[in-house]
Nanobody
Framework: QVQLVESGGGLVQPGGSLTLSCAASGRVVGIYTMGWYRRTPGTQRELVATITGDGSTWYRNSAKGRFTISGNSAKGTVALQMNGLEPEDTAVYYC??????????WGQGTQVTVSS
């Protein structure tokens, strides 16, 4: 019953910034980890950033220093601030929520396009 809805995607020029937001609908209990991953058509999905309930964060190497993840497990919300965007960041970005019982939920995605 849980649904995740992403927003904030769009078209930006190289070096620009975007903030992605995700909100869960329905009851979400026992969230362990929230995060973002992305996928380019024809490529394998890759994890971008995660945040745990205690605030610990993880970023893939290419995102370090440019992206910042934040979230509120109690509210079921997670955001990704992206600065210094590069063409290689172009992808569909998905938010995900990992529940303590092993269940994983993800949204439908939001398109991020970085191009001049």
């Amino acid at each position: 019953q849980v649904q995740l809805v992403e927003s904030g995607g769009g078209l930006v020029q190289p070096g620009g910034s975007l903030t992605l937001s995700c909100a869960a609908s329905g009851r979400v209990v026992g969230i362990y980890t929230m995060g973002w991953y992305r996928r380019t058509p024809g490529t394998q999905r890759e994890l971008v950033a995660t945040i745990t309930g205690d605030g610990s964060t993880w970023y893939r190497n290419s995102a370090k220093g440019r992206f910042t993840i934040s979230g509120n497990s109690a509210k079921g919300t997670v955001a990704l601030q992206m600065n210094g965007l590069e063409p290689e960041d172009t992808a569909v970005y998905y938010c995900g929520v990992h529940i303590s019982n092993g269940t994983f939920y993800w949204g439908q995605g939001t398109q991020v396009t970085v191009s001049s």
